[in-house]
């Protein structure tokens, strides 16, 4: 039993800066995985970028060197985002994978950016 809950969304312009945050409870252990997808519409969910035990990152070819994450302990990760671009405009999503396979998902938070 896992819950994820996203936040800190808005609108921006474009160059400016975001950070997502997201609260899991539940049975959350550092050891497993957590991530960041985006699904903007008409498009497919996409991965953003994940962490694994140790504090490893991978990203998307698309957010390298603009965007960051993080994992403050086993509840909670952040998503930080600089140098935003209109294509960045999508509902960001916050995952948890644990030791059996079973992906958990926030309900999304909305990420707007103009020009």
């Known amino acids: 039993q896992v819950q994820l809950v996203e936040s800190g969304g808005g609108l921006v312009q474009a160059g400016g800066s975001l950070r997502l945050s997201c609260a899991a409870s539940?049975?959350?252990?550092?050891?497993?995985?957590m991530g960041w997808y985006r699904q903007a519409p008409g498009k497919q969910r996409e991965l953003v970028a994940h962490?694994?035990?140790?504090?490893?990152t991978n990203y998307a070819d698309s957010v390298k060197g603009r965007f960051t994450i993080s994992r403050e302990n086993a509840n909670t990760v952040y998503l930080q985002m600089n140098s935003l671009k209109p294509e960045d405009t999508a509902v960001y999503y916050c995952?948890?994978?644990?030791?059996?396979?079973?992906?958990?998902w926030g309900q999304g938070t909305q990420v707007t950016v103009s020009s």
């Open positions: 995952n948890y994978r644990d030791h059996n396979g079973q992906d958990y």
């Open positions: 539940g049975s959350i252990f550092s050891f497993n995985r």
């Open positions: 962490i694994i035990s140790g504090g490893r």
